[in-house]
């Protein structure tokens, strides 16, 4: 995997909750946006809300009550591509290039599931670190044959989030293929682990606008990059890695997030078994990627849960 396509950090607040929002649930400053919409000369987006005359002459509870009533509709509307049920906003999806948290340090290992998975979550578990896995459905190989140790994963904790389907650069895609390996995965996901992945990591590190725009459409919170390589896809060699994580204790606590690969036997037998002790001795926080900016410590947050886990099944294929 290429360490190419490091892109500009965007900075971001507390996210918001991902999933379709009850009456109940509605802020006040929602409200506010629907008024304002309500109060436009012309319709927005698809829906053309209510005529301007209503605006002038409707009570403020009148049009807060129509408000719902259009959220509701717009809500029920899904586009044509699968999953997708979500209306976007602006920056939903912001990108992380490193932890926004002093003192912890998020590893993260892609392109996987693979067969030293388990062997990772060994070692990770014996240091009590947290982690984060970007994967992919059909790649190294198949993630419905790799179900257990995904399972494992989710279950440690661990955070569990999407590569992509084959590990294309999506900013070589059309908007209609990338929300098609997209799709891919999360089935993959729901079928293995009852959820939908809310983060994302891209193939190469390649982004555009236009795969923001459909992260944003498919409901993802964010987007991790990373600002440190141990280089272990490029052929850099254990004795590489090593040197990497040196100069993170090193730096302590100085935060970091750093891209490995499941799939590189050295990484998981001979650069962690170095780097995990040596990074507690550092008095560094291990924590997943999600945590570590910003989006908080339960891993319920970090994915929406839209149940149908199954077991294994003629549908599990690649
Ligand atoms: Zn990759």
Known sequence: MAADGQRSLQKAGPRRSQSLPSISSLS????????LRLSSPTPVGTHTLFS??????????????????????????????????HIPRRNEAPVYKTCQKRNTVALTFDDGPWKYENALLNELDQAG?????????????????????????????HLVGSHGWEHQDFTQLSRKQM??????????????????????????????????????ERGYRGVFLWNKDTKD?????????????DNIMNAAPR??????????????????????????????????AAECSGHGSDPSNWYERVGGREERNDSWNC
């Open 255 to 288: 935060s970091a997030m750093v891209l490995n690969h499941e799939t590189i036997p050295g990484t998981v037998h001979r650069v962690m078994p170095y780097a995990l002790p040596g990074l507690n001795h550092a008095g560094l926080r291990l924590v997943t």
């Open 233 to 245: 896809a490029d052929g850099a060699g254990a004795d590489e890695g090593k040197r990497v994580y």
């Open 28 to 35: 006040v400053a929602c409200l506010s946006r629907l008024l």
């Open 129 to 157: 670190a947290k982690a984060s896995f970007f994967v992919n459905g059909n790649n190294y190989g198949c993630i419905y044959d790799h179900a257990k140790s995904l399972r494992r994963a989710f279950n440690d904790g």
């Open 52 to 85: 301007n005359s209503l605006t002038m002459h409707a009570s403020p509870l009148l049009l807060a009550l129509a408000a719902l009533s259009s959220l509701s509709a717009v809500l029920a509307t899904p586009t044509s591509f699968e999953g997708v049920a």
């Open 179 to 216: 929300h098609s390996e997209l799709a891919r995965n999360e089935r993959a996901f729901q079928k293995i682990l009852g959820v939908k992945p809310r983060y994302f990591r891209p193939p190469y590190g390649n982004l555009n606008n236009d795969v923001l725009e459909v992260l944003n």
